[in-house]
T-cell receptor, first 119, second 115 residues
Framework: GAVVSQHPSRVICKSGTSVKIECRSLDFQATTMFWYRQFPKQSLMLMATSNEGSKATYEQGVEKDKFLINHASLTLSTLTVTSAHPEDSSFYIC???????????????FGDGTRLSIL | DQQVKQNSPSLSVQEGRISILNCDYTNSMFDYFLWYKKYPAEGPTFLISISSIKDKNEDGRFTVFLNKSAKHLSLHIVPSQPGDSAVYFCAAGSPWGTSYGKLTFGQGTILTVHP
């Protein structure tokens, strides 16, 4: 099946640090990847849609300058949390759609997430 | 506002019995629905989906039912097994405009299947 690798799985760092999270599709190409954030006991909230070769589209209320997204290739998207603060501590998870499968209703394939803790 | 709701935070079922997980939605533009299963420290894995033109989709032990008029869907697992214990997320999508390909998730239901 389609595999999405997300790295790192856990990050603990000091306030003010910028943190980069990678999302890779291992056995398929993904023109579109999604970045979610999940707070404890809540649903996955879509932050942004990462589009290969073009700018990401952000959901309402998500700061573009805070959460930088780069989708430089068909298999890699990165999310950089810039100048992270304790309120940015959360579980971040990415997903990807297979570029070869048409239709809006194809399932997204998820990475295992990154637990970010800002001290 | 929460467009996809899973009102039961948890469900406990005996092995071999049926598990029924419920999901309600408010946005009538959603036209496909998916169920994902999530173990701790792992990402969600796709289980089963249904298009709005159907009212039932079956895959092995898993069946999803859709009631469009009630804006309600459910996932039935029969028979339930201890390995099914996980968090189950309902998700909905719309093919229209800027929503193309995006999913809206419910809060999840923790299923525990007792041996």
């Amino acid at each position: 099946g389609a595999v999405v690798s997300q790295h790192p799985s856990r990050v603990i760092c000091k306030s003010g640090t910028s943190v980069k999270i990678e999302c890779r599709s291992l056995d398929f190409q993904a023109t579109t990847m999604f970045w979610y954030r999940q707070f404890p006991k809540q649903s996955l909230m879509l932050m942004a849609t990462s589009n290969e070769g073009s700018k990401a589209t952000y959901e309402q209320g998500v700061e573009k300058d805070k959460f930088l997204i780069n989708h430089a290739s068909l298999t890699l998207s990165t999310l950089t949390v810039t100048s992270a603060h304790p309120e940015d501590s959360s579980f971040y998870i990415c997903s990807a759609r297979d570029a070869k499968i048409q239709g809006s209703n194809q399932p997204q394939h998820f990475g295992d997430g990154t637990r970010l803790s800002i001290l | 506002d929460q467009q996809v709701k899973q009102n039961s935070p948890s469900l406990s079922v005996q092995e071999g019995r049926i598990s029924i997980l419920n999901c309600d939605y408010t946005n009538s533009m959603f036209d496909y629905f998916l169920w994902y299963k999530k173990y701790p420290a792992e990402g969600p894995t796709f289980l089963i989906s249904i298009s709005s033109i159907k009212d039932k989709n079956e895959d092995g032990r898993f069946t999803v039912f859709l009631n469009k008029s009630a804006k309600h869907l459910s996932l039935h697992i029969v028979p339930s097994q201890p390995g099914d214990s996980a968090v189950y997320f309902c998700a909905a999508g719309s093919p229209w405009g800027t929503s193309y390909g995006k999913l809206t998730f419910g809060q999840g239901t923790i299923l525990t299947v007792h041996p």
